[in-house]
């Protein structure tokens, strides 16, 4: 059936309820992270770079960057993770520094393709659990698939309602 003008509406694999945290700088063309150092250019965040910054066109930008502070700087200092990995089981006690290596591995990777993607911390629970927190439900994700993908054991994925948060549990007896 022809659509007439009508607006078309297309359903992404993400929810359409604000996120406060993915603000995007419109007012200026580039931005720079005062926490971290990211610069926002050409529509997208990247990776602090030592060197001037430049322009689509290759040439050097004459004006300083704006100072703002990027979505992933200012959920660590709200304290609001969008992911959350739960740990749990004999196998995360006994291998702790093997896993804790495998996170972190998994976060630079992420970091390195985008600057928003980190994780916030990673804390310890009393009962012999490691809770991670992450800066973007996709990293939290991620985080969860190598876990299984490297030492197997039970994983599951729930996301909440509502919000932009992704919970991921990954445990392992033995």
Known sequence: MPNFGRPVSIRRNISSSHDPYASVPSSHKHTKCNDCGALFHSGRWHAPNPTTVKTPNGKSNATAPTPVICPACHRIRDDVPAGVVHL????????????????ANESARATNMNPLHRVMHVAPTGDGTVEVHTTDEKLAQRIGKALHRAYSGEVKYSFVDGEKLARVNWQRGD
Do not use: T
């Open 88 to 103: 749990s089981g004999s196998f995360v006690r006994d291998h702790a520094d093997e896993i804790m290596r495998l996170i």
